[in-house]
C-alpha cells in the first residue's frame, strides 16, 4: 500500500479573498464512518464466459475498504471501484475545494473525480479530462473544474490493475468558497433583479444612480463578457445556448445569478 493525499479545487476562478468552510468532513479521525455515509459500488467487466466475482466493503476506524477478487484476470478485464457522496449544500457554490486522504496498492490505476457517474472532470481552459494515474508515481493531484450546474454529488473511482485488491478512502473533507455562490437571492433581490428571456439578459438595480461593474462566465470559467454600466440594463447576449453565471459588483458587494440563454 502506498499512502496518498489528493486535493481537489472545483471553482469557476481563483479568488484572493475566498473564505472556505467545511461543509462534509469524515473518515478516520472523525466521528462519521464514510462505510455508512457514502455511497459506494463497485464496477466489472470480463470477456470471459464465466468469472468469478467477489465484492466486499468494510469499516476501520472509520474509513472505508473496498476489497475486490475477480478471476480470471487479465488486460481485458475493467474493475473499479468508488464511493460517491450526496452533498445538497454543494448546488449554492460555484467554488469548492475537496480533501481525499487514501491508501492504494502499489498496482492501482487511475483514480477519476467526477459530479456525473461514467464522466470525468475537465479541464476547464482545454476541455480535456482530468485524472490521477498513480502508476507515475504521482502522489497529489489538484483538479479545477466548474460547478455552475449545481452538481449535489461528488464520485471518486478508482481503477484497478489487479486482482485481488484492496483500497480503502481515509477521509474526505469538502469546502465551499463563501464568496463565490450560485445564487444568493437575498442580495440579488435586495439590489439588483438579474434575469434572461431568450438571448437578452435584464438588469434592474435598485440604486440607478450608481455605477456597477458586470461580468459575464460560461460553464468553463471564462469570463465572455465584461463591462461597467449603469442603470437599467436590457442586453443582446450574442453566446452559444446554455447557462451562464451572471455577475454584477457594486460598491465592493458581488450579486449573482445564473440565467439561461436560448
Not at 470480463?46 to 488486460?75: E, K, L, W
Request: hydrophobic letters at 35%; one cysteine or more; aromatic letters at 14%.
Amino acid at each position: 500500500m502506498k499512502k496518498t493525499i489528493l486535493f481537489l479545487i472545483l471553482l469557476f476562478t481563483l479568488s484572493a479573498n475566498a473564505q472556505w468552510k467545511t461543509i462534509y468532513e469524515g473518515g478516520f479521525g472523525t466521528s462519521v464512518a464514510l462505510r455508512y455515509d457514502c455511497g459506494s459500488g463497485f464496477f466489472f467487466h470480463s470477456d470471459a464466459s464465466q468469472t468469478t466475482i467477489n465484492f466486499s466493503v468494510s469499516d476501520d476506524q472509520n474509513r472505508i475498504g473496498m476489497h475486490a477478487y475477480m478471476s480470471p484476470f487479465s488486460t481485458q478485464s475493467e474493475l473499479t471501484a468508488g464511493i460517491h457522496k450526496y452533498l445538497p449544500e454543494m448546488a449554492q457554490y460555484a467554488s469548492l475545494r475537496v480533501y481525499l486522504d487514501m491508501d492504494l496498492p502499489d498496482s492501482v490505476g487511475t483514480v477519476h473525480y467526477s459530479k456525473l457517474m461514467d464522466t470525468t472532470f475537465k479541464d476547464p481552459n482545454t476541455g480535456a479530462p482530468q485524472w490521477t494515474d498513480f502508476e507515475t508515481g504521482i502522489t497529489s493531484s489538484v483538479i479545477y473544474f466548474t460547478n455552475f450546474e449545481g452538481a449535489k454529488t461528488i464520485y471518486i473511482y478508482t481503477d484497478l490493475n489487479i486482482s485481488p485488491a484492496s483500497i480503502y478512502y481515509d477521509y474526505l473533507r469538502i469546502e465551499a468558497d463563501t464568496t463565490q455562490l450560485l445564487n444568493s437571492p437575498g442580495n440579488t433581490q435586495a439590489d439588483f433583479d438579474i434575469f434572461s428571456s431568450g438571448n437578452e439578459l435584464y438588469i434592474q438595480p435598485n440604486q440607478t444612480d450608481s455605477d456597477y461593474g458586470l461580468q459575464l462566465f460560461d460553464l468553463s470559467g471564462t469570463c465572455v463578457y465584461q463591462e461597467q454600466k449603469s442603470g437599467p440594463q436590457n442586453l443582446p447576449m450574442n453566446f452559444s445556448e446554455g447557462i451562464y453565471l451572471v455577475v454584477v459588483t457594486q460598491n465592493g458587494t458581488s450579486y449573482q445569478a445564473k440565467v439561461y440563454v436560448e
